[in-house]
């Protein structure tokens, strides 16, 4: 019986209204998808743990158990940290409030003078934007309250949905196995394995880039005398999940703080300076020397996944937009019919085509016992007449 051929229009119209579908339902369920990417992204991070407490005798529900209990005991930790932080650089908005106070007598003595328009006619004007916000803020708080409690909900899920993922992960393989049964185990064990290794590498390297990024922030602002340096700096260098605009984001704090504490602007444009400076050395040199072609995303493809996480799941779609791109293109390497995607996904290199060689080389050997095995079993059964298993 032959495959019917569909012609070219029909294929990439069936394609399409798939993707048309697929981006559909990522929106629509957000709220539960987004949650479990993350889980499966810190499932994948806190596994070393998990292995080795299984290793030295724990049972597994006791070592997913400890190693939940140690992740989140380190973000408690970090959240802590960031809280007390935050309550010391409170004490600083009366002088906040007043430096902004004269800023914005000079912002208004400089508009009487340029535009000829009165301080009793600005002061109508704001007081006019100001009762349509005043209006409208009502139903923004009511959404922004609704939209924070769902978020909070989700995030509690998330250690749920990790304890699983890291128990029942055996259970997943052996579903993979039945799902691509016309498909080797070692082929579907390779794959799981180079995403667990691309999604570590990622994390590993982020930590590695954060920390890196973060100290060489607060250097800067230190040098400039700018008040929490070591808050800002690594605030910024957190935002780095971001890729691209984190550090940027990171920066405008700092920036509003060196125009109301410092008597000169030249101080703000220090710290835009040196942030300018820090983005420029993570783009072009830290985050390539450190994560190196484990993740080998090409900058285009970087830039389109960031506009299209953040069209569709906004900061949590940015952050997941790297980790995801790579997963696919480990996929798309692995299937023949999609290796042109993979290609088209990654860092353009002349030295791939050698070292995609090797690898093939590398993995003949493996692939070649298991055929030899597997044609063992079936000429024992040849010669028993039992079936093979």
Do not use: C
């Not at 930790?77 to 000079?106: D, V």
Request: hydrophobic share 50%; proline share 4%; aromatic share 14%.
């Amino acid at each position: 019986m032959t495959t019917p051929k569909f012609p070219y229009i029909v294929k990439f119209a069936f394609a399409l209204l798939s993707v048309t579908l697929l981006v559909y339902w990522l929106k629509v369920l957000e709220d539960i998808l987004v949650p479990l990417f993350i889980a499966v992204i810190l499932a994948m991070a806190i596994f070393p743990i998990s292995n080795w407490l299984e290793k030295i005798g724990l049972g597994r529900v006791w070592a997913v158990t400890f190693a939940l209990i140690i992740f989140v005991l380190f973000s408690v930790g970090i959240i802590w940290l960031a809280s007390s932080e935050i309550a010391s650089f409170s004490e600083i908005f009366p002088q906040l409030e007043e430096r902004f106070r004269h800023l914005f007598l000079q912002a208004q003595r400089w508009t009487e003078d340029t535009f000829h328009v009165g301080r009793r006619t600005q002061n109508a004007r704001l007081r006019q934007y100001g009762t349509g916000i005043l209006s409208s803020g009502g139903t923004v708080f009511t959404y922004a309250l609704s939209v924070t409690s769902s978020m909070l909900g989700n995030l509690a899920l998330i250690p749920i949905y990790m304890f699983f993922f890291l128990y029942y992960r055996d259970f997943f393989r052996l579903f993979f196995y039945k799902a691509f049964k016309n498909t080797r185990k070692y082929t579907i064990d390779t794959v799981l394995t180079k995403i667990y290794e691309v999604v570590h590498s990622y994390l590993k390297g982020l930590i590695t880039v954060t920390i890196i990024v973060g100290t060489l922030n607060t250097l800067g602002l230190l040098a400039l005398g700018i008040d929490y340096a070591v808050f800002f700096g690594f605030l910024a260098a957190a935002l780095l999940v971001i890729p691209f605009v984190g550090i940027l984001i990171g920066s405008i704090l700092p920036i509003v703080v060196a125009l109301a504490t410092k008597d000169s602007p030249m101080y703000a444009v220090g710290v835009a300076a040196v942030f300018t400076f820090v983005q420029f050395l993570e783009g072009n040199f830290i985050t390539p020397q450190v994560v190196g072609s484990k993740i080998s995303i090409n900058g285009l493809v970087a830039i389109i996944a960031l506009i299209l996480g953040s069209a569709l799941w906004g900061i949590a779609g940015m952050a997941l937009s790297l980790p995801t791109v790579a997963i696919l293109k480990v996929i798309f390497d692995s299937v023949p019919d999609l290796k042109p995607f993979g290609y088209l996904l990654g860092e353009p290199d002349h030295t791939r085509y050698l070292n995609e060689k090797k690898k093939k080389m590398h993995d003949f050997v493996p692939e070649l016992v298991e055929t030899i095995a597997e044609t063992t079993e079936d000429v024992k059964s040849l010669v028993t007449g039992k079936k093979r298993k």
